[in-house]
């Protein structure tokens, strides 16, 4: 199974409202990735977990929160987003440790924030 | 830190015909190179990747790529095009860390292929 299943697969959500985002994926990978793209532009890098420990946060703002469960689990709550947080949310996973590895990625969620 | 330029943000090209889309990557000491497709809503699939030994990657649906140390450059090619084959496409470089991967990903290429 190399897959990685995001739900849900589309949202919206007014200002003031809270939600969550869910990755999960079984695959025995211990780093996971949220990353945020754009219409027409490439995938930038939000959070990254090792071994269910937050590594990266590429200064996001703080109304994006993760949490990494365990390890087959992340999740993004969303609290109080702005109109141009509308975007689609990647999550990806690969194998870690020493060495390089391929990131698998889910389809991602649709967010619109109104 | 590692950054990658493609330069074509968008490539049209007939069915059957050819393709070569563009990478150029800044030169480090290790460079490890990933090309990944993403079709319309969809999240993004590895084509191929680059980590060492031959400098000519073959990868999935007809797909490859060959690395260029002198050149720093990572073309990704395609004999003969299907329609299917329209997607946006990135090339990204990691930067190995302890425990994981930071991808750092061109901005991309749009191939258009028509009848």
């Known amino acids: 199974d190399t897959e990685v299943t995001q739900t849900p697969k589309h949202l919206v959500m007014g200002m003031t409202n809270k939600k969550s985002l869910k990755c999960e994926q079984h695959m025995g990978h211990r780093a996971m990735y949220w990353y945020k793209q754009k219409a027409k532009k490439p995938p930038e890098l939000m959070f990254v977990y090792s071994y269910e420990k937050l590594s990266i946060n590429e200064s996001v703002p703080s109304r994006f929160s993760p949490e990494c469960p365990n390890s087959s689990l992340l999740n993004l709550h969303l609290h109080a987003l702005q109109p141009e947080d509308s975007a689609l949310y990647l999550c990806a996973s690969s194998s870690s440790g020493t060495g390089v590895y391929e990131q698998y990625f889910g389809p991602g969620t649709r967010l619109t924030v109104t | 830190a590692q950054s990658v330029t493609q330069l074509d943000s968008q490539v049209p090209v007939f069915e059957e015909a050819p393709v070569e889309l563009r990478c150029n990557y800044s030169?480090?000491?290790?460079?490890?190179l990933f090309w990944y497709v993403q079709y319309p809503n969809q999240g993004l699939q590895l084509l191929l990747k680059y980590l060492s030994g031959s400098t000519l990657v073959k990868g999935i649906n007809g797909f490859e790529a060959e690395f260029n140390k002198s050149q720093t450059s990572f073309h990704l090619r395609k004999p003969s095009v299907h329609i299917s084959d329209t997607a946006e496409y990135f090339c990204?470089?990691?930067?190995?860390?302890?425990?994981?991967?930071?991808?750092?990903f061109g901005t991309g290429t749009r191939l258009l292929v028509s009848p």
């Open positions: 030169s480090s000491v290790s460079v490890y």
């Open positions: 990204a470089v990691s930067e190995e860390e302890t425990g994981f991967q930071k991808l750092v």
